[in-house]
């Protein structure tokens, strides 16, 4: 938590516009009620920098990627599966066809500003059905099926949108750029978007986080406790899903967050759901945030996209990670 | 407290496995579930303990039938000792026997009585306590069944389902098991139905056998009635030689190789 707020202080403090740190705290000070007016120490250009552009995506950027890790924690939870990210059910491919579509048809404005956003999040979620139809036989869905089942919607999906950027010219980058993922260029209307579907999962999760802990010994043994296993797979897949569709209809695909920051907070707290959820909120949020800190800064004041940046960091952060507990545990067993 | 299957039919892939098996089970008694390979006594068990419903038929816990239990409520009266024991996960042993409270929890996780006392007890009964601190990857196979023991210990069930316990254990993990298995199931008067490979085992601890053949019931009733050598040669096409045990005088089945 504390980390979290400091990453948000230090982000906040850096950009492109050339602010101090000083300028940037003065004016958030001056928003506060009860302050004298801002405007006469700076200019409004100053004042809509800081409160408009950079606040909201700071908002944006915890939000997104505390939306990923808990998606990703909870994939990885019903489907015991390290691989298993909020991607795994294709969720990402079925809302870039949405959106490649609506770029490629020049629809972007079609239901105001908020035509990708819509688009991308109903066919996620449409993904998501399908998945679930296609995986599941007498009620029962196994898990084999369910990552098959993803894993081949996804490249059917991917393919679709292979074919929607060969086929568009003029408009090629703007469906790479949609699908590399960016928080560029959003508002505080996409913050307010976000917050239910955290508000909403988060219980939800932590609800079902001890049922996850007893998934790790296996469905036979969770059930034999008393766990309702088919509904507890079916309420976390759909809750995840969510999460993920509202993330990603707002950034693009923004891969790695959902993957390597459950698996970052496992090596950390060990294999408890209780403090797993929670935490990946928490790291999701801090990762995705000097993530697209670095997107915005590195090459200034060009942007990097954001999935390459999360890659790119999050990769070797693991390796070396991961190699530090093999490390660790070897030395232990001797 | 009675576990009933009436009429209870399993269709495995389309293959009949089991067909019209009925039988009851009592309460302070030790069930063995005997028969050759691929007879479907583990699709037995799944039935008996409500994980897997039958195609036909059902199963009835003091005349409820399983079907219409809620999940928490069976698993504070029935708890399964699974084939396989328990994967290598990174909980600690302490963690792992805890999960056995979790049929008594609420919604938020807490219980009416203090669970520690009883964790306690289930480790130090099997002789975990320098263990409990360990995670489950670092244990060996024979303490790791230990530890799922000391977890159906924990759920405080009346009534133990144990599917094939014995099997990749050595001689001694496997007296040792069935032994405490036995303390408990007499302490607590129990009823324990195990699926066991071993017919000198089953006849050992034992108070009743039920043998599958052919998707049926081939013999039920005492070792002494259900061990002899005209039953198993039909069930396994072995030949056999029954002896007395010189200690408790149980029946014993000596293997004779085939006519070369």
Redesign the interface.
């Known amino acids: 938590m504390l980390l979290l707020a400091v990453s948000m202080i230090a982000s906040l403090s850096i950009g492109s516009a050339g602010l101090s740190f000083a300028d940037v705290w003065g004016i958030l000070i001056h928003q506060l009620p009860g302050m004298p007016d801002a405007a006469d120490k700076w200019t409004a250009g100053e004042i809509a920098i800081v409160t408009q552009v950079r606040l909201s995506r700071v908002w944006l950027d915890v939000l997104v990627g505390a939306c990923l890790a808990l998606a990703g924690a909870g994939f990885q939870g019903v489907l015991r599966n390290p691989l298993a990210d909020p991607y795994t059910l294709g969720v990402a491919s079925g809302s870039s066809v949405g959106a490649a579509f609506i770029i490629l048809t020049g629809m972007q404005l079609a239901l105001g500003l908020w035509t990708i956003p819509i688009v991308a999040f109903s066919t996620g979620i449409l993904t998501l059905l399908a998945v679930i139809w296609l995986s599941r036989s007498n009620g029962v869905m196994q898990i084999e099926t369910i990552i098959l089942s993803g894993v081949i919607i996804q490249s059917f999906l991917g393919a679709f949108v292979s074919l929607m950027v060969s086929m568009s010219q003029g408009v090629v980058n703007q469906i790479l750029f949609w699908i590399m993922g960016s928080l560029a260029m959003r508002s505080w209307e996409h913050v307010y978007m976000m917050i239910p579907f955290i508000v909403v999962a988060l219980p939800i999760l932590l609800y079902f986080s001890p049922s996850l802990n007893l998934f790790t010994l296996g469905e036979r043994h969770a059930s034999h406790l008393g766990v309702k296993v088919e509904r507890t797979k079916l309420i976390v897949m759909i809750v995840s899903t969510l999460l993920t569709a509202a993330a990603v209809s707002v950034s693009g695909v923004i891969g790695f967050v959902g993957l390597v920051v459950p698996h970052l907070i496992r090596l950390l707290v060990g294999p408890d759901y209780r403090l797993i959820i929670p935490l990946a909120g928490i790291g999701g949020g801090i990762f995705m945030l000097w993530a697209d800190t670095l997107a915005r800064t590195v090459l200034s004041p060009k942007e990097l996209p954001l999935g390459v940046v999360t890659a790119l960091i999050g990769a070797p952060f693991f390796a070396f990670l991961l190699h530090r507990r093999m490390k660790v545990e070897g030395g232990a067993k001797h | 407290m009675s576990l009933v299957a009436q009429q209870v039919d399993a269709v495995l892939q389309g293959v009949s496995v089991l067909n019209s098996i009925s039988v009851s089970f009592e309460r302070n008694r030790f069930y063995g579930i005997i028969g050759p390979n691929g007879v479907g006594k583990s699709t037995l068990l799944h039935i008996l ?1 409500g ?1 897997d419903a039958p195609s036909a038929g059902g199963v009835t816990l003091d005349g409820v039938p399983l079907s219409h239990m ?7 009266k029935l ?2 000792l ?1 084939q396989g024991g ?2 290598p ?3 600690t042993v302490r ?2 026997v805890a ?2 409270r ?2 008594h ?1 609420n ?1 938020l ?1 807490g219980e009416g009585e203090d669970p520690e006392a009883i964790i306690d007890e289930a480790i130090h009964t099997m002789e975990l306590a320098e263990l409990q601190s360990r995670k489950l990857h ?1 244990l060996s196979g024979g303490e790791r069944q230990r530890v799922a023991l000391a977890k159906l210990m924990a ?1 405080q069930p009346e009534i133990l389902l144990l599917d094939e316990p014995t099997t990749y254990l050595d001689i001694g993990y496997q007296i040792e098991l069935l032994d405490t298995v036995k303390a408990w199931q007499k302490q607590r008067s129990l009823l324990v139905v195990a699926v066991l490979h071993d017919l000198n085992l089953a006849s050992l601890y034992c108070d009743k056998l039920i043998a599958l053949h052919r998707g049926g019931i081939a013999a039920e009733g005492t070792p002494d009635e259900v061990l002899n050598p005209a039953v198993i040669e039909r069930l396994y096409g072995a030949k056999t030689t029954l002896v007395k045990h010189p200690a408790t005088g149980v029946p014993q089945l000596i293997l004779q190789p085939g006519e070369s």
């Open positions: 303990s994980s809620p999940g928490k409520i069976l698993a504070r708890a399964v699974q328990l994967p996960v990174g909980f963690e792992v999960m056995g979790y049929p929890q919604w996780g670092q759920q």
